[in-house]
C-alpha cells in the first residue's frame, strides 16, 4: 500500500498488474484505496501515473465519499433515466414476491410487497434489471445505427456488468455495456458507442484513436467530460 499527497488531500493506492490490458486504469471507490491497474511497470512510473491523474482522483474522492443518504425510496423520490430524473411512485402490493418497477412516459412505479417504501439497496437489483432491458430494446439498436454511421463494426454487443466501467471492447471486438449507461443522456450514451466502436481499429488510446474518434464525433469532449463527473472509476 502506498500514500500520496495531492495538496491538502492525502490518500492511499496500491497497484494490480494486469498484462492483458492495453493502458492504465485508475479506480475510485468509497472505502478503498485508489486503484492503480495495467500492464507490468515499475513503481517510480506507477507513482508517475497516480500523479498525472491526481487531480481527477482528487474530486472522485470527494464525490465517492459524499455521504450516503439513508432514506428509503417512497412516492415522490426521484430515479435517473436517459440524463433526467423521474417522480417515483411506490405502491403496496401484497401478494407478490419481490418489487416489481415499471415506467411510463413521466414516472416510475414500484409495486412493494413489504409497503410504501423500498430501501436502496433492496430497489437497485430491480432497477438495474429495468436498465438492462431498456438498453437491449434502445442501446443495441444504436450500436446498430452508429455502425452504419461510421462504418465500424463490433463483433458483437451485449450488456455486462462492470465493477467500475462504463463499457469495453475486448480483443475480439466484442462491445460491452454496464446497463447503467441507460442512466446517461442519450447523447452521451451514443459517446459511449462510438468511442468502443473505435476501438475495434485502434485498441489503446493513442493519438490515432483519439483522431478516429473526432473523424465521427468531432464533440466528443463535451460528452467525456460528463463520464469524468460520473461516480464509476476512471474511464470507458
Same mark, same amino acid.
Given at each position: ?7 491538502? !488531500? ?16 485508475? !479506480? ?21 501515473? %497516480? ?17 450516503? #443518504? ?25 401478494? %407478490? ?18 409497503? #410504501?417504501?423500498?430501501?436502496? $439497496? ?7 434489471? @429495468? ?18 454511421? #461510421? /462504418? ?8 455486462? *456488468? @462492470? ?6 471492447? $475486448?480483443? *475480439? ?16 450514451? $451514443?459517446?459511449? %458507442? ?19 474518434? !473526432?473523424?465521427?464525433?468531432? $464533440? ?12 464509476? /472509476?476512471?474511464?470507458?
Amino acid at each position: 500500500m502506498h500514500q500520496f499527497q495531492y495538496g491538502k !488531500t492525502s490518500f492511499e493506492w496500491q497497484y494490480r498488474p494486469d498484462n492483458s490490458l492495453k493502458r492504465h486504469y485508475v !479506480t475510485v471507490e468509497r472505502g478503498r484505496p485508489v486503484l492503480l491497474r495495467g500492464p507490468s511497470v515499475d513503481e517510480p512510473e506507477q507513482e508517475a501515473l %497516480i500523479r498525472r491523474r491526481a487531480r481527477w482522483i482528487r474530486e472522485k474522492l470527494v464525490q465517492v465519499n459524499m455521504p450516503l #443518504t439513508a432514506r428509503a425510496i417512497v412516492t415522490g423520490s426521484r430515479l435517473k433515466y436517459a440524463g433526467r430524473s423521474y417522480f417515483t411512485e411506490v405502491r403496496h402490493t401484497p401478494g %407478490i414476491n419481490k418489487p416489481v418497477l415499471s415506467f411510463t412516459a413521466s414516472r416510475f412505479i414500484i409495486e412493494n410487497p413489504h409497503g #410504501t417504501s423500498i430501501e436502496p $439497496d433492496a430497489l437497485m437489483p430491480v432497477l438495474e434489471c @429495468f436498465y438492462r432491458d431498456r438498453a437491449h430494446e434502445k442501446l443495441l439498436a444504436r450500436v446498430r445505427h452508429w455502425e452504419r454511421q #461510421t /462504418g465500424l463494426h463490433a463483433h458483437r454487443a451485449r450488456m455486462r *456488468h @462492470f465493477q467500475s466501467r462504463w463499457a469495453s471492447c $475486448d480483443a *475480439h471486438d466484442v462491445i460491452e455495456f454496464h446497463p447503467r449507461v441507460m442512466e446517461l443522456p442519450s447523447n452521451v450514451q $451514443d459517446y459511449v %458507442i462510438v468511442h468502443e466502436l473505435c476501438h475495434t481499429v485502434e485498441k489503446s488510446h493513442t493519438k490515432a484513436f483519439w483522431a478516429l474518434l !473526432t473523424r465521427h464525433m468531432p $464533440d466528443w469532449h463535451r460528452h467525456h467530460e460528463v463520464l469524468e463527473r460520473a461516480v464509476f /472509476g476512471d474511464a470507458i
